[in-house]
């Protein structure tokens, strides 16, 4: 089945610093990407839509310039959280489209705390 | 955009015995509705999904109804067991877009 594979499951950063997480379809492509934050005991929430060689839709309330999103193949995507505060840890998490199955393949997170 | 309720937020039952969550959506173009199952600090592993062409959908002990009409679908799942325990999510969404969840199910099952 689809595999997407998320890198890396855990990082502690200082304040001010910034973290890159990666999202990897292995067996397709996927010319579209999500982005999710969690925060504990809540629902995923969507930060945005990322989409191969155009730029990312962001939702409501997320801030583009703090949240980098780059989908420069159709394999990977990728978030940079920017100048990273405590009120960024959380739980983030990517989903690829596998079209040809037509479901939604989840990484396994990853838990940024920042300190 | 769309909208996903879900009910109830915990539930506790014996094994054995069935548990059913249920959603309903805002949006009545969503055609796709797919139930996920997340464990302490994983992401979330699909389960069973079902899309709008279709009323019911079985596999093994779990199955999903869907109600177009009231906009409302639900997870039946049967003879529970220990390892059913997690936190169960539903949510729906039109194909190629981004699935919107529901608040999320705590299901403890206790033997």
């Known amino acids: 089945g689809a595999v997407v594979s998320q890198h890396p499951s855990r990082v502690i950063c200082k304040s001010g610093t910034s973290v890159k997480i990666e999202c990897r379809s292995l067996?397709?492509?996927?010319?579209?990407m999500f982005w999710y934050r969690q925060f504990p005991k809540q629902s995923l929430m969507l930060m945005a839509t990322?989409?191969?060689?155009?730029?990312?839709?962001?939702e409501q309330g997320v801030e583009k310039d703090k949240f980098l999103i780059n989908h420069a193949s159709l394999t990977l995507s990728t978030l940079t959280v920017t100048s990273a505060h405590p009120e960024d840890s959380s739980f983030y998490i990517c989903?690829?489209?596998?079209?040809?199955?037509?479901?939604?393949?989840f990484g396994s997170g990853t838990r940024l705390t920042v300190v | 955009g769309e909208n996903v309720e879900q009910h109830p937020s915990t539930l506790s039952v014996q094994e054995g015995d069935s548990a059913v969550i249920k959603c309903t959506y805002s949006?009545?173009?969503?055609?796709?509705f797919p139930w996920y199952k997340q464990e302490l600090g994983k992401g979330p592993q699909l389960i069973i999904d079902?899309?709008?062409?279709?009323g019911e959908k079985k596999d093994q002990r779990i199955a999903v109804t869907l109600n177009k009409t009231a906009k409302h679908f639900s997870l039946h799942i049967t003879e529970t067991q220990p390892e059913d325990s997690a936190v169960y999510f539903c949510?729906?969404?039109?194909?190629?877009?981004?699935?919107?969840f529901g608040k999320g199910t705590t299901l403890s099952v206790s033997s």
């Open positions: 989903s690829a489209n596998e079209e040809t199955l037509g479901g939604y393949t």
């Open positions: 949510a729906a969404n039109q194909a190629g877009t981004a699935l919107i």
């Open positions: 990322s989409n191969e060689g155009s730029k990312a839709t962001y």
């Open positions: 079902i899309r709008s062409n279709v």
């Open positions: 949006d009545s173009a969503s055609n796709y």
């Open positions: 067996d397709f492509q996927a010319t579209t």
